[in-house]
């Protein structure tokens, strides 16, 4: 809560926050705790307990104003209530989590029909845990990563990402994907802080990356929606590729990743080239 706090008051300019700026040197790149207290409507005691972690009966109402005074984002603010919500849970109550690792039949059966789309299913982790033939097939650089832990261990997009240096050939923006994986991992921390396999998975990043240690230290948190992506396959060459974040009712832990080309475009092209080598592929442990 202190340093996601202290980072999104850094991002707030007292000019951005409708202050008079002054002629003085300020001590703080962004607003100072008293600012922030003053403009939430509470007082700079309050304030200070709020963003050292202890939020003993603080309200919502509160948190709104600060998210409010801060220009929150809608995922920084529901990353600020999931971080009130494990700090408000007694610790007898918070139970070990760990993400779902295995993706029901008809959910498999479901990407498998999509046969012309690559799609992947993932965890909050980032642990690709099934895929139909053509999101393998897309996928394959991750699939074949020695970052891998076992041939049956699901791959991990965030350990491909920071680990291994194939990554800056298979994504045109690794800087991005460093981003966006960081931004992923740090919202699910919030939602699970309990979660065994995401501290490990952290553990391991912060320990053999300096890159992750940088960015996971900016506390920059967001949810992977849709947008486009340009990839480079090793055997096809580049795709340009859109792609859709889709969230199943009955499980709500797993994300569906689609990716989609426009009709009649070169990457449309190259993925019904990369179909056909799917087909004619040994297959391959899930």
């Not at 001590?27 to 709020?50: K, M």
């Not at 642990?127 to 990563?145: E, K, M, Q, T, V």
């Amino acid at each position: 809560m202190r340093d996601f706090l202290s980072t999104r008051r850094a991002k707030i300019t007292p000019d951005m926050a409708g202050l008079p700026t002054g002629s003085g040197v300020r001590r703080v790149p962004g607003l100072r705790r008293e600012e922030v207290a003053i403009l939430s409507g509470v007082s700079v005691d309050y304030y200070t307990r709020i963003e050292k972690g202890d939020l003993t009966g603080v309200s919502d109402e509160v948190l709104d104003a600060v998210a409010r005074v801060l220009q929150m984002t809608d995922d920084e603010t529901a990353y600020l209530y999931d971080l009130a919500r494990a700090v408000r849970r007694p610790a007898r109550a918070r139970r070990r989590t760990r993400p779902s690792s295995i993706l029901p039949q008809q959910a498999q059966l479901l990407i498998d029909s999509m046969s012309t789309t690559p799609v992947i299913a993932h965890n909050g982790c980032l642990d690709i845990l099934a895929a139909n033939p053509l999101g393998r097939a897309l996928f394959s650089d991750i699939y074949d990563s020695p970052t891998r832990r076992s041939a049956v261990a699901p791959p991990n997009l965030a350990s491909f990402v920071f680990l291994d240096p194939v990554a800056g050939e298979f994504y045109a923006d690794l800087d991005d994907a460093a981003d966006t994986t960081v931004r992923i991992l740090r919202t699910q921390a919030a939602s699970t802080p309990h979660d065994s396999r995401l501290t490990a998975l952290v553990g391991e990043l912060s320990t053999r990356s300096e890159d992750f240690r940088a960015r996971w230290g900016a506390h920059d948190v967001g949810k992977h929606r849709a947008g486009s992506k340009t990839l480079h396959h090793r055997e096809v060459g580049d795709l340009v590729l859109g792609f859709e974040e889709l969230t199943l009712d009955s499980i709500p832990s797993i994300t569906l990743s689609a990716y989609i080309a426009e009709p009649a475009s070169a990457t449309a092209e190259r993925l019904q080239l990369l179909a056909a080598l799917a087909l004619t592929a040994t297959p391959a442990q899930p």
